[in-house]
C-alpha cells in the first residue's frame, strides 16, 4: 500500500518570507514518481512537478524548489520570497505507475498555504 | 486550447435523489480520471479510462457509482441512490500517453452536497 502525509494542515507566512511544505510518502515499490500540485481558490489543481524515484537531484523553478531525499522517503517544496499569489492548497502525490502515464495517483491531505501581506 | 471542465461546479441534491456529474477533457487526450475529495481529506483516486475502456476502477466506492465515457470522450459520473457521505468534490483529470511527462490536467471540480 501507498501512503502520502503532509504533516503541515495550514501553514501561515507574511509575503516575502520562505516556507517549505513537507511531504513523507511510503511505497514498496521502487519505481515510483511524485509530484507536487496547487489547488487555487479557484478550485483546479495545477501540476507544479513530477520527480522519478531515479532522479534525487533538486530542482529549481523560479520561487520553487523541491528537494527529493530517498533516504527519508521525503519529497519537500520550498517557496522562496514567498507572495500574496501563493495562497493555496497544496498538494504532493505518489503514483506507482512507472509509464509516461501520470496514472493513478495517491494524495496527500493537502497544506493550506496563506501568505499575509 | 480549452482545458478540462467540469458541469455542475455545485451540486445540491437530497439523499436518495441521482447526481450525474460530467467532464470534458483536453480534446484528444486518451487517459480520463476522477478522484474525490471527501471533508477536507485527500484526494482520492477512483477510476481511470483509456479511451471508452475503464482501465482500472478500483477506487469506485460501490454500486452505487456508475462513471461512462461514450465514444472514448466526455465522461459521466452518475451517483444513484446519493448518501451523505458521498458529499465532496469530484474532480476530473486527463492527459495523453502521448506526452512523455504524463502531466495530468485537472479540471475545477464538482462540489456535491447530499443533504
Known amino acids: 500500500a501507498q501512503k502520502v502525509t503532509q504533516a503541515q494542515t495550514e501553514i501561515s507566512v507574511v509575503e516575502k518570507e520562505d516556507v517549505t511544505l513537507d511531504c513523507v510518502y511510503e511505497t514498496r515499490d521502487t519505481t515510483y514518481y511524485l509530484f507536487w500540485y496547487k489547488q487555487p481558490p479557484s478550485g483546479e489543481l495545477v501540476f507544479l512537478i513530477r520527480?522519478?524515484?531515479?532522479?534525487?537531484q533538486n530542482e529549481i523553478s523560479g520561487r520553487y524548489s523541491w528537494n527529493f531525499q530517498k533516504s527519508t522517503s521525503s519529497f519537500n517544496f520550498t517557496i522562496t520570497a514567498s507572495q500574496v499569489v501563493d495562497s493555496a492548497v497544496y498538494f504532493c502525490a505518489l503514483s506507482e505507475s512507472f509509464i509516461a502515464n501520470a496514472g493513478k495517483s495517491t494524495f496527500g491531505d493537502g497544506t493550506t498555504l496563506t501568505v499575509k501581506p | 486550447e480549452a482545458g478540462v471542465t467540469q458541469f455542475p461546479s455545485h451540486s445540491v441534491i437530497e439523499k436518495g435523489q441521482t447526481v450525474t456529474l460530467r467532464c470534458d477533457p483536453i480534446s484528444g487526450h486518451d487517459n480520463l480520471y476522477w478522484y474525490r475529495r471527501v471533508m477536507g481529506k485527500e484526494i482520492k483516486f477512483l477510476l481511470h479510462f483509456v479511451k471508452e475502456s475503464k482501465q482500472d476502477e478500483s477506487g469506485m466506492p460501490n454500486n452505487r457509482f456508475l462513471a461512462e465515457r461514450t465514444g472514448g470522450t466526455y465522461s459521466t459520473l452518475k451517483v444513484q441512490p446519493a448518501e451523505l457521505e458521498d458529499s465532496g468534490v469530484y474532480f476530473c483529470?486527463?492527459?495523453?500517453?502521448?506526452?512523455?511527462?504524463?502531466?495530468?490536467?485537472f479540471g475545477e471540480g464538482s462540489r456535491l452536497t447530499v443533504l
Open positions: 520527480r522519478n524515484s531515479f532522479d534525487e
Open positions: 483529470a486527463s492527459s495523453s500517453s502521448r506526452r512523455i511527462n504524463g502531466e495530468l490536467f
